[in-house]
């Protein structure tokens, strides 16, 4: 993606990369799943990935790592998710125009309909972290053949 980004876009790309998870960032998953009702897919993600970032893609996509996502429930708490607003999610990213992704704990991922955590109205994008990935991999793939994203 990023060898022809400078050509296609006219500036060089930024930072653009799966990082592997170290020590630090299991014993964080570890800590998150302590400390919250966890999906046990978004733990195991943890176990082996770091965190995402796609800063080119699109307005970008951007996978915290299990560090951030613990910093920000101690700052902000939980979001509520779902229509009664009695079940709790973790936001676990954004998509770079301030929309933030929050896993339910039964795995669903949501995104924010606007950039704001403050009583948040929230779409469901997926219904497990394994489809939300797929979608995320779908929208880097259609960006390195076309220059555009998906909806994620």
């Not at 296609?8 to 799966?18: A, L, Q, S």
């Not at 699109?58 to 910093?71: D, H, I, K, P, R």
């Not at 779409?123 to 779908?138: I, M, S, T």
Request: aromatic share 8%.
């Amino acid at each position: 993606m990023t060898c022809e980004f400078e050509d296609r876009h006219g500036f060089p790309p930024g930072t653009n990369e799966v990082r592997s998870a170290d020590h630090d960032d299991q014993a964080a998953a570890r800590r998150l799943a302590q400390v919250t009702p966890t999906p046990a897919d978004l733990v195991t993600f943890y176990d082996s990935i770091g965190d995402v970032t796609w800063a080119d893609v699109g307005n970008g996509y951007f996978l915290e790592s299990a560090s951030q996502v613990l910093q920000r429930l101690q700052k902000d708490g939980i979001v509520d998710v779902g229509t009664d607003r009695k079940v709790h999610g973790l936001v676990i990213g954004s998509n770079g125009g301030g929309l933030a992704y929050v896993a339910g704990p039964d795995g669903a991922v949501y995104r924010t309909q606007a950039a704001s955590l403050d009583e948040p109205e929230l779409d469901k994008v997926a219904d497990n972290l394994r489809q939300f990935l797929e979608l995320l991999e779908h929208s880097l793939t259609r960006f390195i053949a076309d220059g555009k994203t998906g909806n994620q």
